[in-house]
């Protein structure tokens, strides 16, 4: 069992950057595949981005590609999501999970079994 807690959401201008971090209060992240999702009101929840077990493949939405980076310490069960050029369209509540996944997957919300509560995002003009 993996309890995950999101924190480092806020309120930024356009163009401005977060740093989300998720760390893995009850358990380890070791050998999970990890991802962050987003929901934004009355809409469903979508991927934004992957990281492997071993760290070494990453996938991200091609809305953030560029802009968003997910890396993760295994050591410290932590994964982070560092998000720059940041953009109205990116409110929403963001998720960290795990999951057992593999490379094909990686970006499938079904892929995951273990959430956190999420974090608010807002993005204003």
């Known amino acids: 069992q993996v309890k995950l807690v999101e924190s480092g959401g806020g309120s930024v201008q356009a163009g401005g950057s977060l740093r989300l971090s998720c760390a893995a209060s009850?358990?380890?992240?070791?050998?999970?595949?990890l991802g962050w999702f987003r929901q934004a009101p009355g809409k469903e929840r979508e991927f934004v981005a992957a990281i492997k077990s071993t760290g070494g493949s990453t996938r991200y939405a091609d809305s953030v590609k560029g802009r968003f980076t997910i890396s993760r310490v295994n050591a410290q069960n932590m994964v982070y999501l560092q998000m720059n050029g940041l953009e109205p369209e990116d409110t929403a509540v963001y998720y960290c999970?795990?999951?057992?996944?593999?490379?094909?997957?990686?970006?499938?919300?079904?892929?995951?079994?273990?959430w956190g509560q999420g974090t608010q995002v807002t993005v204003t003009q």
């Open positions: 009850e358990g380890t992240i070791s050998g999970y595949g």
């Open positions: 999970a795990a999951g057992r996944t593999i490379t094909s997957s990686m970006t499938s919300k079904n892929a995951y079994y273990h």
